[in-house]
């Protein structure tokens, strides 16, 4: 089993914010492959299935950002998984707009979505799908800018992200990070 985990902040005021494109792709995952996320357990909102032969659990946890180890933390022991189970969906500033990145291990990047499950696991041995947001225009601060919503221009292009995205984590998931990132990180031009 596979613990794909979104990142985001919950509740009504946040769905919109750029930096809740972890629980969107979670979302269009759920609703595209029919995994309901009917279950409220560790500090989340969960559901399993399967992804042609590979069994998956999607994860939303339901914790603020910057708590978000605890609830993958509570999964990954629940259900006897390891950190290297573990795909985490995140937002990233230093990425354009609309661009995919796999990365395994590593920092977290100034990420405190990241930084929480670094933390509570004591190792940063996962798989993470960073989506670009971009930079915020001049000036603004990066944590103001990760919580206010897309543009109407980028809200143009979010759904074929979400989709993108969605593709990428099958393939990953199915063939393998090395023939997703080929696939799905290739450089422009």
Known sequence: MKLIAGLGNPGIQYQNHRHNIGFRVIDYLSKNINIPLSTKKFHALYGIGQIESQEVLLLKPMTFMNRSGVAIREALEF??????????????????????????????????GVRSIIESLGRNTFVRLKLGIGRPPGGMDPAEYVLSPFSKEEKLHLEEILCRA????????????????????????
């Open 166 to 189: 969605s593709r990428a984590l099958i393939v990953m998931l199915l063939e393998g990070i090395e023939k997703a990132m080929n696939q799905f990180q290739r450089r422009a031009g």
């Open 79 to 112: 259900f006897n998984l390891i950190p290297e189970d573990l795909i985490v969906i995140h937002d990233d500033l230093d990425l354009p707009f609309g661009k995919l990145r796999f990365k395994r291990k590593g920092g977290d990047g100034g990420h405190q």
